[in-house]
């Protein structure tokens, strides 16, 4: 059987709580609930030092999502965070120009993005 991809809650918890706190302030309340089961599918895979974007679904690279897409820009207080969103499900969450993300549980930073994850097989 096929072990699901981790939660991103679970890897990077201060992520999650901030994502779920600015939806809620933009009034997209089923998705600040939603935020906090997408799994990490992988990471952007661009290679730009200033993006730790995540996959949160598998979606051929370079290709739009077509019927029912829209993209969720946030406020944070330090780089740009926007989802884009596919009939109400989260499909990629970007991350950039923000200081490095920490790992839960073990500190350790995320690196050049999330590219040092390692997904279960």
Wanted: proline share 10%.
């Amino acid at each position: 059987m096929e072990q699901e991809p981790p939660l991103v809650r679970d890897l990077y918890p201060e992520l999650v709580a901030e994502l779920a706190a600015l939806l809620t302030e933009e009034g997209e309340h089923w998705l600040a609930i939603c935020v906090w089961d997408v799994r990490m599918v992988g990471a952007c895979g661009c290679g730009d030092d200033f993006c730790q974007s995540i996959r949160t679904t598998e979606h051929p690279g370079g290709q739009p999502y077509g019927p029912g897409h829209r993209c969720v820009p946030l406020l944070p207080s330090k780089g740009d965070l926007i989802l884009d969103v596919v009939y109400g499900r989260i499909m990629y969450i970007e991350i950039l120009g923000r200081p490095p993300m920490r790992r839960g549980g073990d500190g350790r930073p995320a690196g050049g993005a999330v590219q040092q994850l390692d997904l279960p097989a």
